[in-house]
Structure formats: structure tokens, C-alpha cells
């Protein structure tokens, strides 16, 4: 994001599908800019952990 890419851009350089991606770059994009890296590790795994119940 901080580079201006786009999701299909991003999801095609990780060679994934956007599904497996779309998760973590919505919450990405809600901590911009500042990008707190703590806290979105913290909601991404929080999320992984909502999705196993």
C-alpha cells in the first residue's frame, strides 16, 4: 500500500489468490498511515483465531 500497489498487484507477487489476501490488506489499509505493525499483527492473527471457531 505504502508503494501504491494494488491488491491484484500484491496478491500476484505473492503468487496467492486475492482471497487469502484480501483479509490481511483490509485491515492494513485501516491502520494507514501509520501502519502500527504490532497492532496489525495482533488483528490478523485475531482474525485467523475467528475464523478456526
Given at each position: 500500500?505504502?508503494?501504491?500497489k494494488?491488491?491484484?498487484?500484491?496478491a500476484?507477487?505473492?503468487?496467492?489468490?486475492?482471497?487469502i489476501?484480501?483479509p490481511?490488506?483490509d485491515?492494513?489499509?485501516?491502520?494507514?498511515?501509520e501502519?502500527d505493525?504490532?497492532?496489525?499483527?495482533t488483528?490478523?492473527?485475531?482474525a485467523r483465531e475467528?475464523?478456526k471457531?
Open positions: 500500500m505504502q508503494k501504491n494494488t491488491l491484484d498487484q500484491i500476484d507477487e505473492l503468487e496467492e489468490s486475492i482471497e489476501i484480501q490481511i490488506y485491515i492494513v489499509k485501516k491502520h494507514a498511515p501502519y505493525v504490532d497492532a496489525i499483527t488483528e490478523v492473527l485475531e475467528n475464523e471457531a
